[in-house]
Structure formats: C-alpha cells, structure tokens
C-alpha cells in the first residue's frame, strides 16, 4: 500500500479556480497563491445562507498517541456526500509545524481521504501561522520596549506579565527563560517563555473574530499585566492592537483548496483543543455555509475537550447551529482503553474491546448533555477484523446509538456512503438540537466544575492557592461572565495522562489561571498540561526529505 504522501503526490489535481466554479465563486473573488490554493474574501460570507445550510460536527473517543482519524473521516464524509448529491464543503484546521515535526504527523487525513496539495499543506501553507507568530511576538516586543522606558512608559510591574513569546514549533527548551541582561541598552531582566504558536491568544482571537473591525477591537482586548500601582494594562493601552490586525490581514481570510475527489476544502486557523479552543475559525466555518448546503466539521482530540469547546465558545460566539454529531472511535483505541499495549494492537483481544466499550460510552454521554444523539463511525483500519466491527456494532446497537463503518482511508467517498446516509437522515430529526452547557452567568468555579463533572466524569475540583487568587483577580476585572477553555491531557478523560478508558472517582486539580481577555474566555490549566511541547526521542522531522527535484518524501 502506498503512504500518505505517495498517495497525494500521484493524484490529479484541479486547478483551484476549478473547485471555485463548483462553489459559484468568480475568478476575480480568488487571491491565488499559485495554482491550487487561494484564500477567500470575507464578502463572500451569507448571513442568510449560514442559517439554512446545515452543520455536521466530528469528534472522537480518548485518542491514541496517533490519533483515531477524525480528519480523515471529515474528508472521507465530505466526498461521500457529494457522490450522494448533497453539495457538501469539509471545513478544517490548520496543522501546526509542532506535530508536524514531533508524533503525530501532519493534519492533512489520510489513504484516499486527503486534502491536497498535501505538502504544502503541511508545511507553512499561505503563511497563515507564520502571521500569528508575528503579531503576537510583536506585542512581546512592545510590552518589553514599555518597561524599558523608564519615565515615558506606563509603569509595567515586570512580574505581573503574563504575555510569552511564539514559535511554531516544539521546542521544551525554551519553555521558561531569562530575558534581558540590564544595563541600559539589554533589556530589563525578566522571567518569561516561548508557547507554541497554536497556543497563542492570538490564534484564538483569530478563529473567532467575525472582521477586521471585530479582530483589531479583540487584539486591543488582550490582557497583559499590571502597573506598580496595580491599574490592569492592556494591549490597546500599548496601541499595539493597529499593527497586530495589519499583520493578520491576509491571515484572517480563509484558505481554499480540495480534497482527493475534488470536494471543496477549507481550512483556517489552528488552535490545539487541549490548550485552547480546538476549532478552526468561525470565518471558515460561514464561509463553508454560505458556498454549500452541508458542513463538514472537525473538533481537536476528544469529546471532552474539542467538541465541548466548539460547543460552548464557538458555537455561542458565532451563534452556529450544529445539526449532527460524529464520533469517531477505532478498534485499536477501544482495545488500548481496555487494557492492551500499544505495540500490541494489532492483535486480537475481545475482551480488552468490551472493556473499552466504557470510554466509548462517555464519550456518547457527552454528545448527549448537549442534546444530539450522536452517530459512531468505526475508522476502519486494515489490522480490524470482522468480529471486532461486529462487537461494536452490537454494543452500539444494543444501547441505541447509530453506527456505521467508515472505509474511507482505503476507499475515499465510497468507503463512507452508509456513514454519510446515516448522517443525512441524523440532520432531518436534529435542526435545533443544540444547548450549551452552561449560562455565562454562572460563576466561574461553577463553569469550570460543570465541564469537570459533566464532560471528565470528574467528582471534585481543587484548586491551588495561586489558581484561587487568579480566579479572584479575573473577577474583579469583571470578566466573570466569560467562556471557560480548559487545558487538559488529550491521553486521559481525567487530568492524568496514564489513566486509561472511564476513569471515576477523581479529582481534577487546577494549577493555574490563565485570562485570555481578548478572546473571551478563561483558561484554567489542569494537571501539568503545559503550552509548549517538547519533541519525542524519534521525532517525525528525522523521515522528511527533499530531493533534487523538489519532491518531498517521509510526510504522512
């Protein structure tokens, strides 16, 4: 079987301003960068038509390391809808150069259920990310640009800054450092770090700003620190918020392209749902409405983390209307919640599969608290054997959940019809499903204990004493009646990454908090989680290539 990139590369692609024409798009509303991608002006955005097309969410049970497939299975419904007839969009993120380079790979699908051009894709695309980093690193620049001036500045207490530094990549050491030498001319000596650039506030602002207007009035928004005398400072007193949307005027536009069939794709925006809002951009997602009758969507990692956030900051932020729900579950992740090695699943074991039938089952119970009943699509992987599928259609059944197999790695569209039938028919009993989990008048304790409770399974909430005195600053700067975005492990349902399947019983313990003022929501962290990973011991970066010709290999 050939790889990914093998795969992508010997395909037929169709010039960009042909998957226009499919989507009614004139030629002079394209912004080509070169001959198979484009980015798309905000004009083309519907009001109306975002209200009547319909929106179809895919989430996943506990992933393994590698992840269960919830791109590939957006791509590969996507195409299945279109062979249908349903003129059908897929609308997703942006990968990061972090997974690129690290575990996971690239975020491009997978097999027959690709997005193309794969490789550009994968690495830089438009330039979208690079922008971030530069917006936000230009505020890093000015803030310690304020400090230095000693008399003209606004009196910034150098400890109170919660503003890191960005970078694209996974990089552990650069996580905390020292900045600055002192004297006159270095810098005033701080501690400060780098996040990764997906982790920014600015990614997150970007991804739910609906303008130019509305991105420049949330970058003015964002939170910085204190002065010696405690007045809160925040980029727009720093007037730092004009230059920041100048440098995001091309990058708030979304990206077009298409997949291996020819099905219109558009992908925007990259922030990680385990550290922050896990969706692409609100602009995307209206954009994909108003040029199609049917969504395809994707939320980052799990149900817990990804589609609770969707759920209760996008969709509230850009009033969105989901009208069905997929999760994705595979044998080898239900097996490895049940007990088995990674290096093992390959193998046969049933009863490990019904023991991971538990993780499965909260996950559907998640989808449940927000009023759909979600559709399970068994990713099928070519070590999957027919008993295996038949045990997971008998439980999904049995508790009168729909389910479908989803061939589309090995087949494309094809692969996918039964799921894709299943969704169409979900969306007809399903046009007002949706209600958030929380009322924005909730305290922000209350909030984040739903979430813990309702999504983790969690039975307690603690607190350090710092995580405390945050909680209590933020509310008297009176943005209590923010969204919560909690970072937590993708590995675990709880907060410790080596507890497998449906834990119970635990408590989920909060470090810190952080304030993402510009983009509107709070951000308590769990556990260790922390904003700037680190690469593995064999990391993906180590297979990539180029030849003389250009040609790149080790991509998947």
């Not at 484009?38 to 083309?44: C, E, I, Q, S, V």
């Not at 049940?338 to 538990?358: I, R, T």
């Not at 009023?371 to 997971?392: H, L």
Request: charged residues 25%.
């Amino acid at each position: 079987m050939k790889s990914d990139i093998e795969i992508a590369q010997a395909a037929t692609i169709q010039p960009i301003t042909e998957i226009a024409v499919k989507m009614g798009i004139s030629h002079d509303d394209l912004e080509l960068y070169g001959k198979y991608k484009a980015k798309l002006p905000l004009k083309l955005i519907d009001a109306e038509k975002t209200k009547s097309s319909k929106l179809i969410l895919v989430t996943a049970i506990t992933p393994t390391p590698a992840g269960e497939g919830k791109t590939t299975t957006s791509i590969g419904l996507a195409q299945a809808m279109n062979i249908l007839g349903a003129k059908t969009t897929v609308v997703l993120r942006e990968p990061s150069l972090g997974p690129v380079f690290g575990v996971k790979g690239g975020a491009a699908g997978g097999g027959f259920s690709q997005v193309i051009p794969m490789e550009d894709i994968n690495l830089h695309f438009t330039g979208d990310l690079a922008a971030v980093e530069k917006a936000h690193n230009l505020l890093a620049a000015m803030i310690d640009n304020n400090i230095q001036l000693a008399d003209g500045g606004l009196g910034l207490d150098p400890r109170t800054i919660a503003w890191k530094r960005v970078m694209d990549m996974n990089d552990r050491s650069l996580r905390d450092i020292v900045i600055g030498l002192g004297g006159t001319t270095q810098g005033v000596p701080r501690e400060t770090g780098f996040d990764i650039a997906a982790a920014s506030e600015v990614m997150a602002i970007l991804c739910l700003s609906e303008s130019i207007n509305d991105l420049k009035e949330r970058l003015g928004n964002i939170f910085i620190g204190y002065t010696h005398s405690g007045k809160p400072v925040f980029a727009r007193d720093l007037k730092a918020h004009g230059a920041m949307a100048a440098l995001l005027k091309d990058a708030i536009k979304p990206n077009l392209v298409q997949t291996l069939e020819g099905t219109p794709a558009i992908i925007h925006g990259g922030p990680f749902a385990n550290i922050a809002q896990g969706t692409n951009s609100i602009i995307a997602t209206k954009m994909g409405l108003s040029l199609s009758d049917y969504v395809v969507t994707e939320a980052g990692f799990a149900s817990e983390l990804g589609a609770e956030k969707f759920f209760d900051i996008k969709s509230r932020v850009g009033n969105l209307q989901a009208n069905a729900v997929v999760i994705v579950a595979t044998i080898r992740a239900l097996k490895y919640h049940g007990g088995m090695k990674l290096a093992e699943l390959s193998g046969s074991n049933n009863d490990a599969l019904a023991l991971g039938f538990e993780n499965l089952d909260k996950h559907i119970e998640n989808m449940q608290h927000y009023g759909f009943r979600p559709i399970v699509a068994i990713n099928r992987f070519s070590t999957d054997s027919d008993e295996e599928i038949e045990m997971v259609r008998r439980h999904c059944k049995t508790n009168n959940v729909n389910v479908a197999v989803n061939d589309a790695w090995a087949e494309g569209g094809k692969g996918a019809l039964d799921l894709a039938e299943a969704v169409i028919e979900s969306i007809e009993t399903c046009l007002d499903c949706f209600r958030p989990l929380y009322p924005l008048e909730w305290s922000l304790e209350k909030k984040i204990e739903t979430i813990a409770r309702l999504m983790y399974g969690a039975k307690n909430v603690e607190y350090t004493l710092e995580a405390r005195e945050q909680l209590r600053k933020i509310t008297e700067l009176g943005f209590e009646n923010l969204t919560v975005c909690i970072a937590k492990t993708q590995k675990s349902l709880s907060d410790d990454q080596s507890q497998r399947n449906r834990p119970r019983d635990f408590t989920i313990r909060i470090r810190k908090v952080e304030l993402s003022s510009g983009a509107g929501f709070v951000v308590p962290i769990a556990g260790t989680m922390m904003r700037m990973p680190g690469l593995p011991a064999l990391p993906s970066a180590e297979r990539i290539d180029i030849d003389n010709d250009g040609k790149i290999s080790g991509l998947f």
